[in-house]
């Protein structure tokens, strides 16, 4: 008898060992036949849930993108927390994902600078799920004030610059050996509690 796959399973398998090989080959030289090999399958059952290597990170970067944007929605739907309280909870999830999901994260940052040099498709899908980020932001930022709980300022540009001190610290935590978070969010939050009325 023949043995009955999941689909959404044997994706979501695929997935994970693309990304390891998207990692260990970089996405450039990786190619749909490593994925296959990586996979233990042909390159045919491969077509059956993917269409290319692009196809692949696409799935990866909607699902990451989906699942942070699920959660930072729960965290502004909270009617107990502050602005500030829900600003200082985003910004800690986003860095808890990095530590849980490092690799995938290195991965969607080689992407991002990737991207930036060719002005393709990829580039305005990842720049759509940073802007998202900065909405939620800027949101804050103007809840915040209207509460008087901030300072008067300008929310969309300190949402760019929350955002670029947030994505900042993601990459350079990529590169830096033993690093405490916790002082690193301590220090953020110190920096946010100078907008406070």
Partial sequence: MPKIVDFEQRKQEIVEKAMKVFIEKGYHKTNLA???KECNIGRTTLYQYFKDKDEIFDYV???FSKNLETDCRNILEN???SAADKLKMIISLLTLQYQLEK???LMMIEMWLLSKRENDTLKRKLEKHINVLRKVFEQLLDEG???KEFKEINPKAMAFTISSLVETFVVQAAF???ISYQ????NIYALLNGLKA
């Fill in 145 to 147: 004030i209207k509460t």
């Fill in 79 to 81: 009617k107990k927390l």
């Fill in 61 to 63: 970067a909607e699902q």
């Fill in 183 to 186: 002082e690193h969010l301590n």
């Fill in 176 to 178: 830096a050996n033993n």
């Fill in 34 to 36: 490593d994925i296959a």
């Fill in 103 to 105: 690799n995938k994260m």
